[in-house]
T-cell receptor, first 115, second 115 residues
Framework: DVKVTQSSRYLVKRTGEKVFLECVQDMDHENMFWYRQDPGLGLRLIYF???????EKGDIPEGYSVSREKKERFSLILESASTNQTSMYLCASSPHPRDTAYEQYFGPGTRLTVT | AQTVTQSQPEMSVQEAETVTLSCTYD???????LFWYKQPPSRQMILVIR??????QNATENRFSVNFQKAAKSFSLKISDSQLGDAAMYFCAYKKGGATNKLIFGTGTLLAVQP
């Protein structure tokens, strides 16, 4: 079974702090993703990575950065946390998009509260 | 731009009954995939069912089936013999075919199952 793990289930940070959210997958997937989930808005893509050190902006990259130094690990960084970044953050990984059995596999999520 | 619409924010079904969740999408592509994801209260999102646009036959996975109406751009999920464990948030998602990684999600439908 594919396993995607996230470093924390719940996190409370103060405004202005630098925040790191870590994600690890164990299926040797090329692609990894960070989403944020807000009520009534569904999932919105922040960033994704299609290879080590490669990344692409998603729909809402402002205020975030990412790092992928190893294939299995993808980090989301909030350089200076703000209250409007309070949300559920979901990490996902996937095989190559041309894979006929393509799906994204999700981690359990990190509920981040910025006060 | 592609969009996915789930017009039912919440639904309720009696145990053992059948329920249908609606999803419509907008695309000008001919090659694409559609997905239904389930997010139980524990938050780990899992794939329920996948449909390739080129396949005319509706996908089925045990008690879950879809009604894929390509011309109408409709992709509804039918859950038969509903069980308490089916209570979850359900997301419809779209992916363009080819090398595109990006999933576009609807806003979700929260399904309650009444005993």
């Amino acid at each position: 079974d594919v396993k995607v793990t996230q470093s924390s289930r719940y996190l409370v940070k103060r405004t202005g702090e630098k925040v790191f959210l870590e994600c690890v997958q164990d299926m040797d997937h090329e692609n990894m993703f960070w989403y944020r989930q807000d009520p009534g808005l569904g999932l919105r893509l922040i960033y994704f990575s299609y290879d080590v050190k490669m990344k692409e902006k998603g729909d809402i990259p402002e205020g975030y950065s990412v790092s992928r130094e190893k294939k299995e690990r993808f980090s989301l960084i909030l350089e200076s946390a703000s209250t409007n970044q309070t949300s559920m953050y979901l990490c996902a990984s996937s095989p190559h998009p041309r894979d006929t059995a393509y799906e994204q596999y999700f981690g359990p999520g990190t509920r981040l509260t910025v006060t | 731009a592609q969009t996915v619409t789930q017009s039912q924010p919440e639904m309720s079904v009696q145990e053992a009954e059948t329920v249908t969740l609606s999803c419509t999408y907008d695309t000008s592509e001919s090659d694409y995939y559609l997905f239904w994801y389930k997010q139980p209260p524990s938050r780990q999102m899992i794939l329920v069912i996948r449909q390739e646009a080129y396949k005319q036959q509706n996908a089925t996975e045990n008690r879950f089936s879809v009604n894929f109406q390509k011309a109408a751009k409709s992709f509804s999920l039918k859950i038969s013999d509903s069980q308490l464990g089916d209570a979850a948030m359900y997301f419809c998602a779209y992916k363009k075919g080819g090398a595109t990684n990006k999933l576009i999600f609807g806003t979700g439908t929260l399904l309650a199952v009444q005993p």
